[in-house]
């Protein structure tokens, strides 16, 4: 199924970020690097964004979407582990999935816009998820 190929593709990019990741701060990097790589896809190749809002309307497939999406926040949570503080990391993990969830919302609607207004929206999202994960450093 093609949306298993995108997510295949999402997985490679994101393990390729992370594996390089040595600190949180490149670990932000490689969650900016996720979402840029995302955004130019689909602009890139607008029937991405047409298959993957068909599976997230399709209730049989949705399921398989947000999993998809958990195990990204998963890895990355995992991968960011070492920098979080213990009490802190169920929360953490909380905000990495809901910062994945949403960063399809961020790319449909900077899609939506002229192209100043959409580069900020993506800027402005990056530097929500640079706050985020800011806030839960050790």
Request: with cysteine; charged share 20%.
């Given at each position: ?25 490149e ?49 990355f ?15 953490f ?46």
């Amino acid at each position: 199924m093609l949306h298993n190929q995108w997510i295949s593709e999402l997985d490679s990019v994101l393990g390729s970020g992370l594996g390089k990741a040595g600190d949180l701060d490149e670990i932000c990097n490689a969650a900016v690097a996720l979402l840029d790589y995302y955004y130019r896809r689909i602009v890139g190749d607008p029937a991405i964004l047409d298959m993957v809002n068909a599976v997230q309307a399709d209730k049989s497939s949705k399921g398989a979407d947000i999993a998809a999406t958990r195990r990204h926040a998963d890895q990355f949570s995992q991968s960011a582990r070492p920098f979080i503080a213990e009490e802190q990391f169920e929360a953490f993990q909380r905000v990495t999935f809901l910062m994945f969830q949403l960063a399809s919302g961020a790319v449909r609607l900077a899609l939506s816009l002229g192209p100043d207004e959409a580069d900020a929206v993506i800027n402005d999202y990056k530097i929500m998820i640079r706050t985020q994960l800011a806030a839960f450093a050790r």
